[in-house]
């Protein structure tokens, strides 16, 4: 009896504990197209948007499963007349996710706005936030009005955004769900990117970009790029002190033998060994019909304090994923 008792003890502790070990992972962890993906934390859970209104949720950043549609059976945005809405960002405010999406007509840049929806829940489905509209191109007076990145800096809550025709910063009401001044807007950088992130790690801001052709499969020439400022509006500088407005910057990821085109990276997560991740689209060569795939790799910083990606390109052997 005392043998059982040990055993199961035993068997208890090892299986506990694999609990806790990293997960292996080969990329991509998306074996799907899934675009421009934006990730949150909620409970147990990471939950990642993309591109097509899809949602994943995930444990440990690696492994998938498919949950719904965005809006799944409620009112799509019809104001762009377009299917998909495109490169979303979610956030969440007090009780309620916020999800900012990019509606436009492709090769239409005058057509391009960011929309609004809210959920109670991660997993949706999402209500717009009246007809859904934040703002069009036209009344903001920035062409290609797409890929929202929502940011909070001292107090106050902002919307990043802009794709090849500048990337823009405007700021929104309390609720997040509202442009505060929509004449208010300013410049951050200049007209070679687009998908912007930033991150704040220790007295910078990085400004996380994507630059070059982000859909033309095995011959995407998509990459992320970085500068860094001393606060959120600037202004960014490149590792060798060109000017982003400049349109000067520092690639951190370009396409290898296995990926091309990686780009419109999500936020950062750190793991509990202060590791960086950061997930990301790319296409798989010679099969980039299935569309743009999600990867993941550790984000690594020099001593002076820039990002890099282990040999500058996504990962293509086996990894160890992050510690959750």
């Known amino acids: 009896m005392k043998n059982e008792f040990l055993f199961l003890l035993i ?11 990293p997960t292996q992972y080969i990329n991509p962890v998306i074996n799907q197209d899934a675009p421009d993906p934006t990730v949150i934390k909620a409970g147990d859970y990471y939950y990642l948007y993309s591109t097509g209104e899809k949602i994943f949720k995930s444990k440990d950043l690696v492994n998938w499963q498919f949950v719904r549609k965005v809006f799944d059976g409620k009112k799509r945005p019809t104001f762009v007349n377009v299917k998909i809405y495109w490169a979303p960002c979610i956030t969440k405010q007090d009780n309620l996710y ?9 090769g239409k840049s005058e057509t391009g706005a960011i929309g609004v929806a809210t959920s109670k ?4 489905p999402f209500d717009l936030v009246g007809d859904g509209k934040l703002f069009t191109s036209k009344e903001v007076g920035v062409l290609n009005s797409i890929d929202p990145y929502y ?24 609720d997040g769900t509202k442009v505060k001044n929509i004449h208010n807007k300013f410049k951050i950088a200049g ?14 801001y990085y ?13 995407s020439t998509y990459q992320i790029v970085v500068g860094r400022a001393n606060n959120l509006k600037g202004p960014y500088l490149s590792k060798k002190g060109g000017s982003m407005q400049n349109n000067k910057f520092t690639v951190i ?3 290898n033998k296995k990926f091309a085109g990686p780009g419109h990276d999500s936020r950062i997560f750190k793991d509990k060994n202060g590791k960086i991740w950061m997930l990301y689209h790319a296409y798989l060569r010679g099969n980039s019909k299935i ?3 999600v990867c993941i790799d550790e984000v690594k910083w020099t001593k002076d304090n820039w990002p890099y990606f282990e040999g500058g390109s996504p990962s293509t052997s086996k990894k160890v994923g992050p510690y959750l």
């Not at 068997?11 to 806790?20: D, E, R, W």
């Open 11 to 21: 068997l208890s502790f090892l299986f506990k504990s694999s609990l806790l070990l």
């Open 98 to 106: 916020i999800l900012y999406f990019a509606l436009a007509i492709w």
């Open 121 to 124: 829940s991660p997993e949706g």
């Open 151 to 174: 940011i909070e800096d001292h107090g106050k809550k902002y919307l990043i955004w802009g794709s090849f025709h500048g990337i823009y910063g405007i700021e929104l009401t309390k």
């Open 191 to 204: 007209s070679k990117f687009e998908g912007s992130y930033i991150y704040k790690r220790n007295n910078y």
């Open 207 to 219: 400004l996380f970009v994507s630059t070059g052709s982000c859909c033309k499969g095995d011959n």
């Open 253 to 255: 990821l370009a396409g």
């Open 291 to 293: 569309g743009r795939t």
